[in-house]
C-alpha cells in the first residue's frame, strides 16, 4: 500500500521529532503521589510554558516510590532554564520540604515512542555447543544480578536513606514546634511574669 | 496530524464518486456515496483501515458509515468502529468470551467508541471484512470471501455496557443492520465499487494467501490453522453437520498440500487401511461437498449426504440406545435442536454418516460395519465429552439459538474436538494397523487440535467457562465434569504417548522431533517424571466416578460391538502404554512398529506423530475408561499391555486382516513425505506452540487443581534441553532470524492505566513475564515483534520506561501471554536456551513476581504533613492545592530552605551513587560482553 510506504517514508522524520521532542522534555522526580498534572502544570506556569505532562507509571518498583513526571516544555531554551533553576533552589510542589529534581529527559523514559528508524531486529538461539552460550549464560546470570542489587539498593538504601531524612526532619520540626509552643505556653498563663518577677528581670524582650 | 502527515508526503489522488445528498443549514454539506483515494474505490459501508494515532500500532478497522464534504472543503467520514478482541481483551476476559484471532467486534450500543468522524485521508486502505453471522437477514459469505476476508465478525461490542452481543438488533449503533450485513453479490448498495473491491480483495487474500502458503509450506498444523480460520467462516458457512469434514475440507479446498496429503494417504493405505483413509476422503469429500453446497450447491455432495443419512441409520440405531430422540433426526437440523446434546450427536452421527457413506460407496463391507461400531464405540465416549462439552456451551447458547453465533464458535471448537475425537476414534478402531490411518487423521486431528489451540489459545478461558456454566445447567454437571475429565484424560495419556514417544524413539529423532512438536516437549517433561502410567492411574481415579456413567451407556448401546470398542480401546490402550512407558522398555511388536516407523518419520513426521500419538492416546483414555468401568484397576498394570497386545493382534486381525505394521509404516512414510514438503520454514515452532497450549489449556480445564499441581512439580524436572527445545530447533541454533512484524496488533487499551489493570490480573494468573537485558531504545511493539517473531506468541507488552535510577543499558519490558503456560514456556525456554537478541544481548526472563503492586502507595517521605506543627502552612497548603499552585523555591532564609538543601544533599548522594552502581554493573556487563568471541558483533 502506497500510504504506508509514504507513512514509512516518514518515520525518520518522525523519530526526529520525536528526539526534538525529547529536548524539549524534562524528567522531574521526587514528586509526591498527589500530585497531579495540573498541579504540576501550575507550578512551572511561573517559569515555562507546559505544553505535555506524562507521568511516568511505575510498574515494577516499589510503591513507595515518589512519581517521576516527564514535563514538555515549549522550547529548548525553557527546558534548560527549568532545569537551572530548580538546580538552583530547592522547588518544592505540593508539600515541603523535600524538592522536586529535574534533569534533562531520555529517549527511554518515553512509553510512546516511535520505532528508530531503519532498525532491523534479529534474533538467535545459540548452539548450546558454542562457547559463547556459556558467555551469554553468565550475562543473563549478570544481569539478573544487576537486577536484585539495584532493587536491593533502591530498597534498602535509597528509600531507607530517604526515610531516615523524612523521619529526623520530623523530628526537628517536633523539637522546634514543642519549643514554640513552650515558649507561647509560658509567656500566656502569665509564668514568664511570675518568674520575671521574681527574678526581677525585666520583660519587655519577651 | 495523521492525515497532514500523509497529504505533505505528497497528495495522493482523489476524486469523489456518486453524490447523495447535500446537507447542514446552508446546503454547504455534500454527502458522497462513494470516492476514490489513493487509486482504490471506496463507498459507503466499506470496511477501511484507519491510520492509528500510535503510530506504531496496528491501524484501526471501521466502517464507513457516511461521507461528506465541508463548506470549507474539507473531506470528512464517518467510521463505526471494529474491535479488535486484543481492544477489548480486558472485557473479554471479564466476560468470559473467546474470540478467534481474526475476529473483529462491531461496535454497537450508545457511546464512546462506537463511530468518530475522521478526516478522508486517514485512510490508510480498504479492509476485507466479512459478516460470518448466521443471521437470516445475513446473505452468507461465500467461501472465497471467506478465504479472503481480513477480519470476519459475528459480534458487535456494546460500548455503553461494554458488553458482548451476539445478535445483531435492527440497528447496530446508528447503523441500520443490513449495513452491517453482507452486500448482496448482485451490489444492492454500492454495485459499482465492487469491481474495485475485488481487486483489493485479491491484492490482500494473495497477501493472506501467501502466509497462509507460508504457514503451509512449513507445517501441515500451520496450514490446518490457517485453514481453521478460515474454517470459521466456511464453518459459518457450511451447516454444521459438515463441521467434522469442514476442516478437513477446508485443508483441501484451500490446501492443495492437504488435498495431495490425503490423495497419498488413499493410495497407500491397503485396503484394510482404506476404511480409514476412505472415511478421511469422505469426509473431506463430504465436507466439500458441503461447502460446495453452500457455495455453488454440489449435487454430488448432497448425494453423499443423502446416502450417509442411511448408513447413519442404521449406526443410529446403535446410537439409539444412548439416545433414542437424537436418533431420529439425523439430518443436520438436529443441530439447532434445543438439545445440546442431540446437536454433538447429530453432529457426530453426521460425520459418522460420511464416514459410513464413504463406506458404503465403498460398499458397505462388513469390515467397515465392524469398524463402524469400534469406532461408535470410541466416539461416543468422545461423543459423551463432546456432547457434554456442547451441552455446556450449548447450553449457554441455547437461549440464543436464532443467533447460533455463540455455537458457531463453540461448535467451531466443538467440531473440531468431535474431529479429534473421531479421528481418533477411528484411529483406535482401525487400532495398529490403523496407526497409518490415525497418523492421517492425527494431522487432520491435528490440525483441527491446532485450529482449536489457536482458537483456544486465544480463550483458555472456554473450558473453565464451560466448567463454571456447567453449574448453571444442573442436572449436566456431572457430564461435564465427565467430559472435561475426560478431555484431560486424552491430554494426559496424549502426554504421556507423546513423552514415551520422544523419550523413547523420538528422543534419536531427537531435536526435530522435539522442535517440531513442543506438545512433545512438553508432555515430555511429563514422561520424564516417567511416572506417566501413575499420572494417568491417578487421573483415571479421579475422573472415574464421573467417567462411569458415559461407559455404561457405551456398554448398554453397544452389546457387542461394545465388546469389540473396549477390545479395541483396550489395545490402543495397550499400544498407548506399549508406545509410552512399556513400549519403551519392552519394545512392543505393535509399540515398537508404530515408533519405529515414527522414528524413520519422526523427522519430517513429528507433527504427524504426534498427532497419531495424541489418537492412540485419547483411544487410550477410552480405553482407561472402559476399563474403569470394568476392571478400573487394570489400566495401567504392565500385564495389562500383554492382553491388550493380544487383543490388538485379534483386533487388527479381525479388522485389518493384513500386517498392520507395514501399512502403517507405508502411510507414516507416505506421510512423512507429504510432511516433509510442508515442513521447511523455521516457524515450524508456532504450531507446536500452539498445540501445546492447546493441551495445556485443555489440560487446565479438563485437571483438577491436584492434576494442576502436578504439573507444575512435573515441569521443574524436565530436561532442560527438551523444554528449551520448545522453541529451539537444532536447524536454527546459531541461525540469524530478522524479526518481523507481528502482523496485528491491538494497541486500542494501551493507556497505562488500562495495561496496569491488566498486568495486575495477569500477574495474578501468572502470564506476566518480565524480559531483561533489552535495549533500552526497544519500543513496546519491539518488544511484541521479537515475542511473534521468536515464540510466534501473541502478547502485549510495555517496555519499563526509564527513570532515574534505572539501568541505562539494561532495558525491561513486562509482557503479557495469552496463558500461564505459555509465559511458564517461553520463560523454561529463555532460562534453558540462550536467546541472542540482534546479535547482542541474551534475553533474561522471568515470571514477574510483584508483590507490591497490590499495596497502596505507602508514605511519600519528604513531605512534612506535621499539621501541628505550623497550622497556618498547612492552611495555606491547602489552599495552594485548592489553586493548584503550591509550588515555590523556598526562601534561603526559611526552615523550609534548610530542610529543602538536606534533601537536595541526599539526592546528589543518591545520584552518585546510582551512577556508581550503574557503572560497575556496565563494567562487569561489558567485560563479560567483551568475552563473546566472534560471532557476537558489537553494535552498541
Known amino acids: 500500500m502506497s500510504m504506508r510506504r509514504l507513512l514509512m517514508a516518514a518515520s525518520a522524520e518522525e523519530y526526529a521529532a520525536f528526539e526534538e521532542r525529547v529536548r524539549r522534555t524534562v524528567y522531574m522526580d521526587n514528586l509526591s503521589p498527589q500530585v497531579t498534572e495540573n498541579v504540576l502544570k501550575a507550578a512551572l506556569d511561573q517559569f515555562v510554558n507546559v505544553v505535555n505532562v506524562q507521568f511516568i507509571p511505575n510498574y515494577i518498583n516499589p510503591q513507595s516510590l515518589p512519581r517521576a513526571a516527564l514535563v514538555e516544555m515549549e522550547t529548548l531554551n525553557q527546558a534548560s532554564a527549568i532545569i537551572a533553576e530548580m538546580a538552583d533552589s530547592p522547588f518544592m510542589v505540593l508539600g515541603m520540604p523535600r524538592p522536586v529534581r529535574a534533569r534533562t529527559a531520555e529517549v527511554e523514559m518515553f512509553d510512546s515512542r516511535p520505532k528508530k528508524p531503519g532498525r532491523k531486529i534479529t534474533y538467535k538461539w545459540l548452539d548450546p555447543e558454542d562457547p559463547d552460550f556459556e558467555v551469554a549464560r553468565k550475562i543473563k546470570v549478570l544481569t539478573r544480578k544487576h537486577a536484585s542489587e539495584t532493587e536491593f539498593l533502591l530498597n534498602q538504601h535509597q528509600l531507607k536513606e530517604e526515610e531516615n531524612l523524612a523521619n529526623q526532619q520530623l523530628e526537628t520540626l517536633k523539637a522546634h514546634y514543642k519549643k514554640y509552643e513552650l515558649i507561647d505556653a509560658v509567656l500566656s498563663d502569665n509564668t514568664a511574669k511570675k518568674l520575671a518577677d521574681r527574678y526581677r528581670i525585666p520583660l519587655s524582650d519577651a | ?940
Open chain 2, 1 to 940: 496530524m495523521a492525515s497532514a502527515e500523509i497529504e505533505n508526503s505528497g497528495k495522493p489522488e482523489f476524486s469523489w464518486g456518486k453524490k447523495r445528498g447535500v446537507g447542514g443549514k446552508k446546503k454547504e454539506v455534500q454527502f458522497y456515496e462513494s470516492f476514490t483515494y489513493d487509486g482504490v474505490e471506496y463507498a459507503l459501508y466499506d470496511c477501511v483501515y484507519l491510520q492509528n494515532k500510535d503510530r506504531e500500532a496496528e491501524p484501526y478497522v471501521g466502517k464507513l458509515v457516511k461521507i461528506w464534504k465541508n463548506a470549507d472543503n474539507s473531506k470528512k467520514i464517518k467510521v463505526q468502529w471494529f474491535f479488535r478482541p486484543s481492544e477489548i481483551s480486558y472485557w473479554l476476559e471479564k466476560l468470559s468470551v473467546v474470540a478467534s484471532e481474526n475476529e473483529l467486534f462491531l461496535a454497537s450500543g450508545d457511546g464512546k467508541g462506537l463511530a468518530n468522524v475522521n478526516p478522508l485521508e486517514a485512510i490508510v486502505g480498504k479492509c476485507f471484512v466479512v459478516c460470518v453471522s448466521r443471521d437470516d437477514r445475513n446473505p452468507q459469505p461465500s467461501e472465497e470471501q471467506l478465504r479472503n476476508a481480513d477480519y470476519v465478525f459475528y459480534r458487535s461490542f456494546d460500548v455503553g455496557q461494554c458488553s458482548i452481543l451476539d445478535k445483531m438488533n435492527d440497528k447496530v449503533g446508528e447503523l441500520e443492520v443490513r449495513f452491517v450485513f453482507n452486500r448482496q453479490e448482485n451490489g444492492i448498495d454500492t454495485g459499482p465499487i465492487l469491481g474495485s473491491k475485488l481487486k483489493e480483495k485479491d491484492s490482500r487474500i494473495s497477501v493472506a494467501y501467501e502466509e497462509t502458503l507460508q504457514h503451509l509450506g512449513q507445517q501441515p498444523h500451520e496450514v490446518l490453522e490457517s485453514i481453521k480460520e478460515d474454517g470459521n467462516h466456511s464453518h459459518l458457512v457450511a451447516k454444521e453437520d459438515a463441521e467434522a469434514g469442514y476442516l478437513l475440507s477446508k485443508v483441501e479446498t484451500s490446501n492443495g498440500h492437504a488435498e495431495s496429503f490425503l490423495d497419498h494417504l488413499k493410495p497407500r493405505v491397503g485396503k484394510r487401511s482404506a476404511p480409514l483413509v476412505d472415511q478421511l476422503n469422505g469426509e473431506v469429500t463430504s465436507s466439500i461437498s458441503q461447502k460446495n453446497n453452500s457455495a455453488d450447491a454440489n449435487a454430488a455432495t448432497k448425494q453423499a449426504k443423502d446416502s450417509v443419512l442411511p448408513a447413519s441409520k442404521g449406526v443410529a440405531g446403535e446410537r439409539l440406545e444412548c439416545d433414542p430422540p437424537n436418533l431420529d433426526d439425523k439430518s443436520s437440523k438436529r443441530e439447532k435442536l434445543d438439545d445440546p446434546v442431540k446437536l454433538t450427536e447429530s453432529k457426530e452421527k453426521i460425520n459418522i454418516e460420511q464416514l459410513t457413506s464413504n463406506q458404503v460407496d465403498l460398499k458397505k463391507s462388513s469390515l467397515v460395519s465392524v469398524e463402524e461400531k469400534t469406532k461408535l464405540g470410541p466416539r461416543k465416549d468422545t461423543v459423551g465429552l463432546d456432547k457434554h462439552r456442547k451441552l455446556i456451551k450449548d447450553s449457554n447458547v441455547l437461549d440464543e439459538r436464532p443467533s447460533k453465533k455463540l455455537k458457531v464458535q463453540e461448535s467451531v471448537k466443538l467440531s473440531e474436538d468431535n474431529d479429534k475425537n473421531y479421528l481418533e476414534k477411528d484411529n483406535s478402531t482401525t487400532s495398529g494397523s490403523k496407526a497409518k490411518g490415525s497418523l492421517a487423521a492425527g494431522s487432520s486431528a491435528e490440525g483441527t487440535g491446532k485450529a482449536m489451540l489457536a482458537q483456544s489459545s486465544s480463550r483458555p478461558v472456554k473450558d473453565t467457562k464451560f466448567s463454571e456454566d456447567s453449574g448453571a445447567l444442573g442436572d449436566r454437571p456431572s457430564k461435564k465434569l465427565k467430559v472435561q475429565e475426560s478431555v484431560k484424560l486424552f491430554e494426559d495419556k496424549d502426554k504421556n504417548s507423546l513423552d514415551r514417544a520422544t523419550t523413547s524413539g523420538s528422543n534419536a529423532k531427537g531435536p526435530l522431533f522435539a522442535g517440531s512438536s513442543t506438545e512433545a516437549i512438553g508432555r515430555a517433561k511429563l514422561a520424564q517424571n516417567s511416572n506417566g502410567l501413575e499420572k494417568d492411574t491417578k487421573f483415571n481415579e479421579e475422573p472415574k466416578a464421573l467417567e462411569y456413567q458415559p461407559l455404561k451407556k457405551l456398554k448398554d448401546k453397544e452389546s457387542k460391538s461394545v465388546n469389540l470398542s473396549e477390545d479395541k480401546s483396550k489395545n490402543n490402550l495397550e499400544k498407548v502404554n506399549i508406545t509410552t512407558s512399556g513400549s519403551n522398555e519392552k519394545g512392543f511388536g505393535a509399540g515398537g512398529l508404530i515408533e519405529d516407523k515414527r522414528k524413520a518419520t519422526v523427522a519430517q513426521n513429528s507433527a504427524l506423530m504426534d498427532d497419531g500419538l495424541s489418537k492412540e492416546k485419547p483411544n487410550g483414555k477410552v480405553n482407561e475408561l472402559n476399563k474403569t468401568i470394568a476392571g478400573p484397576e487394570k489400566i495401567h498394570t504392565k500385564e495389562e499391555p500383554g492382553e491388550k497386545m493380544e487383543k490388538l493382534s485379534k483386533s487388527s486381525s479381525k479388522l485389518d486382516k493384513g500386517p498392520p505394521a507395514e501399512m502403517c509404516e507405508l502411510k507414516l512414510s507416505e506421510n512423512s513425505n507429504d510432511s516433509i514438503g510442508l515442513e521447511n520454514g523455521p516457524s515450524m515452532v508456532k504450531p507446536n506452540a500452539k498445540t501445546n497450549l492447546l493441551v495445556k489449556n485443555c489440560f487446565r480445564s479438563g485437571k483438577g487443581p491436584s492434576e494442576e499441581k502436578l504439573d507444575e512439580k512435573i515441569r521443574p524436572n524436565k530436561g532442560s534441553t527438551k523444554s528449551s527445545n520448545a522453541f529451539v530447533d537444532d536447524k536454527i541454533y546459531g541461525k540469524i532470524f530478522d524479526v518481523t512484524q507481528r502482523p496485528e496488533k491491538g494497541k486500542w487499551f494501551k493507556s497505562p492505566g488500562i495495561f496496569l489493570e491488566r498486568m495486575v490480573v495477569a500477574h495474578d494468573e501468572g502470564k506476566l513475564v518480565l524480559l531483561q537485558n533489552l535495549d533500552p531504545s526497544f519500543t513496546s511493539a519491539e518488544v511484541e515483534d521479537i515475542v511473534w517473531s521468536v515464540f510466534k506468541e501473541t502478547c502485549t507488552a510495555k517496555v519499563v520506561q526509564g527513570t532515574a535510577i534505572s539501568s541505562p543499558f539494561c532495558g525491561r519490558a513486562l509482557v503479557i501471554f495469552n496463558s500461564a503456560e505459555v509465559a511458564e514456556r517461553v520463560v523454561k525456554a529463555l532460562i534453558d536456551g540462550c536467546l541472542i537478541i540482534s546479535n547482542r544481548r541474551p534475553v533474561v526472563g522471568c515470571i514477574a513476581n510483584l508483590l507490591h503492586l497490590r499495596g497502596k502507595q505507602s508514605t511519600f517521605h519528604g513531605h512534612v504533613s506535621v499539621d501541628e506543627v505550623d497550622e497556618n502552612k498547612t492552611q495555606t497548603r491547602k489552599d495552594k492545592r485548592d489553586a493548584k499552585s503550591s509550588s515555590h523555591s523556598s526562601q534561603s532564609n526559611s526552615v523550609a530552605y534548610d530542610l529543602g538543601t538536606e534533601w537536595c544533599l541526599l539526592q546528589k548522594r543518591s545520584n552518585f551513587w546510582w551512577q556508581k552502581l550503574h557503572k560497575a554493573h556496565q563494567l562487569q556487563y561489558e567485560e563479560l560482553m567483551a568475552k563473546f568471541k566472534r560471532n557476537l558483533v558489537r553494535d552498541a
